[in-house]
Each structure stands twice: as structure tokens, then as C-alpha cells.
């Protein structure tokens, strides 16, 4: 993840470590989060605290497996969300709502469709000629360079593609048109040899998506 870790270079290290950790393994406790960072409880509740109070966390309340009281796990706010990198957003969103003034949402679509051309050119250029598991860690590879923090896991027979951050959230909350082309370019790009279904969906409160690559 040389992306993430460039970016967090010159910031608060442990702030950082806390954020970048929720943002790409989800809602945690403090307790698992003191494990999973090596750090005292106390030191956990600490750093909690401040991440609470400069608002870059919220608690959210999960129903206990079995009987108990309700677990709090922390999640990040939007305050969070914004200390990861986005490509530009309220430029971008300004644009986006010039072109669908100007050339309505016929010209939008348009827009998307130029981008998902180029897309298209540079994804098959560095996945073809290669098996699924090897198109798929080329595929991560691109979207990690160009901001995505996309990851390859495989989940029993299947594979997941994860990618823990949006560069281009802001644009794809005003148009959701670029999420549904992006899927599509997924399908296209890994073939016919297997089904692409997107499990979460960061716009849908996720924190991050997930797409599931189902060999036929």
C-alpha cells in the first residue's frame, strides 16, 4: 500500500495508523483495536478519545452475537473520510453540474462513456494474455495507482476485489453513473470466465467496495 503510506507520511502517526485502519477493515472496538495495533488498552482509549472529540470518529452501536449488552465499534465520520486523498471534488462536482446544465443528462452520459473508453484502452492493455487471479492482481494494481487502495483476497473459491478508498467519491455521489460503468468495465475486463457483482458499496454507508468475481 505505498499509496496509503506515502500519503500518511507526515502526519500524526497514530492518529493516522487508527484511521487508516478502520477505513480499510471496518467498524472495530477499542479492544480489538488495542490487539490489532499492539497497544495498551488505556493508550487505545486515549487515542479514541481524541480522534472522537476532533470529530474524525463516531461510535455505532452492533447487536452482541448472543446474549449481551450492544457492542460499540467506531466507524469514520465524513470528517474522516476527508483526511484520505480526493481527486479535486468540489471542482469536480462544479463540472459535473456545468455539463449536466449545459448538455443535460444526455451530455453527462456521454462524459462517463469517454471516460470509461479510456479507461477500457488502459485496463486491457495491462490484463490480457493473463490468466483470472493474475488479470485480477494487474487490475488492483492500476486502481491502487490511480488512488483506489485496491486489494485482491480470495474468499473460498471465489475472489474479492476491495478497494478501501474513492478518489473520485465526491463526482460519483453527484453521478452514479461513473459506479455503474466502472462495474461494467469490471465484467469486461476479467471476461467471460466469470461473474462480477459489487457487494458494498461505499456510497451506500460500507466504508469501502467490494466486488466478487465468481468463476463460471
Known amino acids: 500500500m505505498n499509496y496509503a503510506s506515502n500519503y500518511f507520511e ?4 497514530t492518529h493516522e495508523r487508527i484511521l487508516l485502519f478502520i477505513k480499510t477493515k471496518g467498524p472495530i472496538s ?20 481524541k480522534l472522537l472529540v476532533a470529530g474524525l470518529i463516531a461510535g455505532r452501536q ?10 460499540q465499534r467506531w466507524v469514520l465520520t465524513e470528517a474522516g473520510y476527508a483526511r484520505f486523498p480526493d481527486t479535486h471534488a468540489q471542482l469536480t462536482v462544479q463540472l ?35 490468466g483470472l487471479p493474475e488479470r485480477l492482481h494487474s487490475l ?23 478497494e478501501d478508498h474513492c478518489p473520485i467519491c465526491a463526482a460519483a455521489r453527484t453521478c452514479q453513473g461513473f459506479c455503474r460503468s466502472e462495474l461494467r468495465l469490471f465484467q469486461e475486463i476479467i471476461g ?11 456510497l451506500a454507508d460500507a466504508g469501502r467496495c467490494v466486488y466478487r468475481i465468481v468463476a463460471k
Not at 477499542?30 to 478519545?49: K, S
Request: aromatic share 4%; proline share 2%.
Open 62 to 71: 452492533e447487536a452482541a452475537s448472543g446474549v449481551g449488552r450492544p457492542r
Open 96 to 130: 459535473l453540474d456545468t455539463v449536466r446544465h449545459l448538455f443535460g443528462e444526455e451530455g453527462l452520459e456521454r462524459l462517463i462513456s469517454q471516460r470509461e473508453e479510456e479507461s477500457r484502452a488502459v485496463y486491457l492493455q495491462a490484463c490480457s494474455n493473463q
Open 30 to 49: 477499542t479492544a480489538d483495536l488495542a490487539r490489532a495495533l499492539e497497544m495498551t488498552p488505556e493508550a487505545a482509549r486515549q487515542q479514541v478519545q
Open 192 to 202: 467471460d470466465e466469470a461473474n462480477v457483482t459489487r457487494e458494498q458499496h461505499l
Open 10 to 13: 507526515n502526519k500524526d502517526a
Open 140 to 162: 488492483a494494481e492500476i486502481r491502487t495507482a490511480e488512488g483506489y487502495m485496491a486489494r485482491v483476497e480470495r474468499d473460498g473459491k471465489d475472489w474479492l476485489l476491495i
